[in-house]
């Protein structure tokens, strides 16, 4: 049982590059998340899917896009990326149609924008 | 505002000595309060969920209580395995469904 799967599990960007990361989730959850992780803060809320063909903005959703493209993926992509994003990223999904916090994550997705 | 206070930041503890982490929230509209465990390079990974103050959940050597205004984890006889970083959540209904995390309290046990 694989769970939440996300690729890549590293990326290093040169300001301005594109990119986008995926994440696919085999447990038929109906809501996925992307948060980002800094050292000293707590998770931070990019963006959210409550069920396939939505999609929300979370706390920090500035330069960054999503897409739903089915129940079991959903992507985010970085247009133009800044210093700003190097991050550790995480997907997650959870089995309600609302973010009821009981989440199940990928093992993350470490980006460095130089 | 809605906000996840977790103290302290760091733990050291020896192997066998309890102790317990503090998460203290202010939010509005309280759907849950969720522990977590994150490993070094890891996703976090779903510990316990208490809904209403006096709420008890245990799991091996760990223990999560609740009160109206924090949360508590206790940690009994801890071995070297249980080090891990501990991260709090609640979930917030304002406006919407959202999961609000602190900023964790990084667990070290050593033998």
């Known amino acids: 049982n694989a769970g939440v799967t996300q690729t890549p599990k590293f990326q290093v960007l040169k300001t301005g590059q594109s990119m986008t990361l995926q994440c696919a989730q085999d447990?038929?959850?109906?809501?996925m998340y992307w948060y980002r992780q800094d050292p000293g803060m707590g998770l931070r809320l990019i963006y959210y899917?409550?069920?396939?063909?939505?999609?929300d903005k979370g706390e920090v959703p500035n330069g960054y896009n999503v897409s739903r493209l089915n129940k079991r993926e959903f992507s985010l992509r970085l247009e133009s990326a800044a210093p700003s994003q190097t991050s550790v990223y995480f997907c997650?999904?959870?089995?309600?149609?609302?973010?009821?916090?009981?989440?199940?994550f990928g093992e993350g997705s470490r980006l460095t924008v130089l | 505002e809605d906000q996840v206070t977790q103290s302290p930041e760091a733990l050291r503890l020896q192997e066998g000595e309890s102790s317990s982490l503090n998460c203290s929230y202010t939010?509005?509209?309280?759907?849950?309060l969720f522990w977590y465990r994150q490993d070094p390079g890891k996703g976090p990974e779903f510990l316990f969920t208490?809904?209403?103050a006096g709420e008890e959940k245990e799991k091996e050597r760990l223990k999560a209580t609740l009160t109206k205004k924090e949360s508590f984890l206790h940690i009994t006889a801890p071995k070297p395995e249980d080090s891990a970083t501990y991260l709090c959540?609640?979930?917030?209904?304002?406006?919407?469904?959202?999961?609000?995390f602190g900023a964790g309290t990084r667990l070290f046990v050593k033998a």
């Open positions: 939010v509005s509209g309280l759907r849950g």
């Open positions: 899917s409550a069920s396939e063909g939505t999609t």
């Open positions: 447990m038929n959850h109906n809501s």
């Open positions: 959540a609640v979930g917030a209904h304002t406006g919407g469904f959202k999961t609000i």
């Open positions: 208490l809904y209403s």
């Open positions: 997650a999904s959870s089995g309600g149609t609302t973010n009821t916090g009981e989440l199940f």
